[in-house]
């Protein structure tokens, strides 16, 4: 009985501790994360690369890939974001400015085609750190997506 009491203690304390630091975005756990190195996408980082039963060497391989990507997505959200202003004012134009227009589309261009060369360049070094079998499980929990045969969140 004691233990039973014990335990539900516990996990009612590493709840209220979860849930405090849960909505945090000051960079000290909780909030937001930037990158894969902390939080949420750790977690399922590390899931999936116990999943794949990787040597030290293919994680620090696939880890910096996913962090140098991860960076990439997260710089063009914030190039993406930063176009508001420029849109803003071509609407508050008396009349429709295309080359204004054009030149935010061309900004966007460059920002996906930098982030897409970088994701082929992302996956050709996963892809060649994993041997067939790692591959092959790789490719099907992909196929399945991440709440399909227990390899989502819900595993």
Partial sequence: MFGFLFG???????????????????????GRSRSFRSGRGRFFLNRLLDR??????????????VDTL????????REFRGT?????QVV???????ASVEAIF?????V???VRSNALDA????????DQRQRKILAEMIEAGPFSRGYGRFR
């Fill in 8 to 30: 539900a203690a516990c996990l009612l304390g590493l709840t209220v501790t979860v849930a405090r630091h849960s909505h945090r975005g000051d960079g000290r756990g909780g």
């Fill in 52 to 65: 794949l039963d990787t040597t030290p060497g293919q994680e620090k391989v696939i880890r910096e890939a």
């Fill in 70 to 77: 991860w960076d990439d997505v997260h710089d063009a959200k």
């Fill in 84 to 88: 508001r202003a420029d849109v803003a």
């Fill in 92 to 98: 508050r134009n008396e009349t429709l400015d295309r």
């Fill in 106 to 110: 061309d900004r966007h261009d460059t």
């Fill in 112 to 114: 996906i085609d930098r």
């Fill in 123 to 130: 996956f050709g070094k996963v892809h060649e750190t994993l």
